[in-house]
């Protein structure tokens, strides 16, 4: 979990393919703990799924160039 100025996040970082079932843990935490939104960090082929589950996708190497700015 992360929490900035800029808001508050509940992040799982992977990589590779992930699947829906795998980010139950992020659906829990963030159920929990409402006022987190979540946020998958991994690569390109993990933005399908987290669109599917509407969960917030960022691609790990613009993560790591951009920071924060590059949060959707």
């Not at 590779?16 to 991994?42: K, Q, W």
Request: charged share 30%.
């Amino acid at each position: 979990m992360i929490q900035g100025t800029w808001e508050k996040l509940a992040v799982e970082v992977n990589t590779g393919r992930v699947e829906t079932s795998e980010l139950r843990g992020l659906a829990e935490l963030t159920r929990r703990f409402p006022s987190y939104r979540p946020l998958l960090i991994d690569d390109d082929a993990a933005h399908a799924t987290a669109d599917r589950v509407g969960i917030a996708f960022l691609p790990w190497r613009k993560f790591l160039l951009e920071g924060q700015k590059s949060l959707p």
